[in-house]
């Protein structure tokens, strides 16, 4: 049985990050969710229950012994080991698309120390502007292959409690003991992919800036077919 493609959206954007690549797979033939998790910046602290929970609950329409693949972009990467040990359903393997790395043994923060120096000037009445209104133009305009894409994205972006950041994140243990890989995009994930090999995960590079998905959907769900069949 094929595994379930699962698409996990940062939650600092949405779900339509994914959508062009879900499209592609599915007419490649694959069964696709792209669990949506803009309203988890709802409420108090903590954020990650809510995370692991949407996942699960958008997985309640398939059978529990159906295989998947969790595909984690971004920020989602720091979430996966909670999302999987949250599931009824097989983990037949994960992919970290230009994403954040889980520790192998928790808790992990959601952002460093320098990030938050960095994001704590931005927040007003605890919350944080768009993502995408935290960089300059010339940063973001490469990462859309269209305004209407573009446009999309941005009406969709929640904005997210500071207190989202300064969350630490349990580690399951044991949570990589099935096989991991890892979709490099853009530059700024260099450390990160190399720490994958360091781990012996399999590296992929399909070069781009960070949101190379929707420029290159077709390129990103070959690859995501690619790394989960040899697993």
């Excluded at 720091?78 to 954040?100: C, E, K, N, Q, Y």
């Excluded at 360091?198 to 390129?219: N, S, T």
Aim: hydrophobic letters at 45%; one cysteine or more.
């Amino acid at each position: 049985m094929q595994p379930i493609f699962i698409l996990v959206h940062s939650p600092s954007v949405g779900p339509s990050t994914w959508q062009p690549v879900a499209e592609h797979l599915t007419a490649a033939g694959y069964r696709v969710r792209v669990p949506s998790l803009l309203h988890i910046g709802a409420g108090a602290p903590p954020f990650w229950p809510r995370i692991a929970e949407a996942v699960r609950d958008d997985l309640r329409q398939v059978p529990a012994g159906s295989p998947v693949t969790l595909v984690a972009h971004s920020n989602a990467g720091l979430f996966l080991p909670v999302i999987r040990s949250s599931l009824d359903h097989p983990v037949t393997g994960s992919v970290f698309v230009d994403a954040a790395l889980p520790a192998q043994i928790g808790p992990i923060p959601v952002a460093p120390p320098e990030v938050l120096e960095f994001l704590r000037p931005m927040a007003a009445n605890g919350r944080l502007p768009r993502w995408t209104d935290w960089w300059d133009e010339a940063d973001i305009a490469p990462m859309f292959p269209d305004p209407l894409v573009r446009r999309t994205v941005t009406e969709e972006q929640p904005t997210l409690p500071l207190s989202y950041y300064e969350q630490h994140i349990p580690v399951p243990d044991s949570w990589d003991d099935h096989p991991c890989s890892y979709l490099q995009f853009s530059p700024a994930y260099d450390g990160l992919a190399a720490k994958a090999r360091e781990r012996g995960w399999r590296v992929a590079l399909l070069p781009g800036a960070h949101l190379h998905q929707l420029v290159d959907p077709a390129g990103t769900a070959g690859h995501l077919v690619e790394l989960a069949t040899t697993m």
